[in-house]
């Protein structure tokens, strides 16, 4: 079992920055693929970027550019650096954590980008 609990998500303007991190229990963190998908009212949970268990990530088209995941497997957790936010970006944001069958959600962080 592996418990995820995000923090940094809030109210910020367009153009602003936010730091969201995302800390995991459990002793195999390294092994997980880790993401951060979001999901804004009305709409369908989206991935947003991941980061492999060696480093290589991935971006949804919407975010590259802007966005950057890291992870520090020694603190077992995955941060998600958001630069030059958009109010289309206002959403929860959740933090994942998958290997093979195995998929853990953390409760979710709401981040509102609004002049």
């Known amino acids: 079992q592996v418990q995820l609990v995000e923090s940094g998500g809030g109210l910020v303007q367009p153009g602003g920055s936010l730091r969201l991190s995302c800390t995991a229990s459990g002793s195999i963190f390294s092994l997980y693929l880790m993401g951060w998908y979001r999901q804004a009212p009305g709409k369908q949970r989206e991935l947003v970027a991941q980061v492999t268990s060696g480093g290589s990530t991935n971006y949804a088209d919407s975010v590259k550019g802007r966005f950057t995941i890291s992870r520090d497997n020694a603190k077992n957790t995955v941060v998600l650096e958001m630069n030059s936010l958009k109010p289309e970006d206002t959403a929860v944001y959740y933090c994942?954590?998958?290997?093979?069958?195995?998929?853990?959600w953390g409760q979710g962080t709401q981040v509102t980008v609004s002049s």
């Open positions: 994942n954590a998958a290997i093979k069958i195995l998929d853990y």
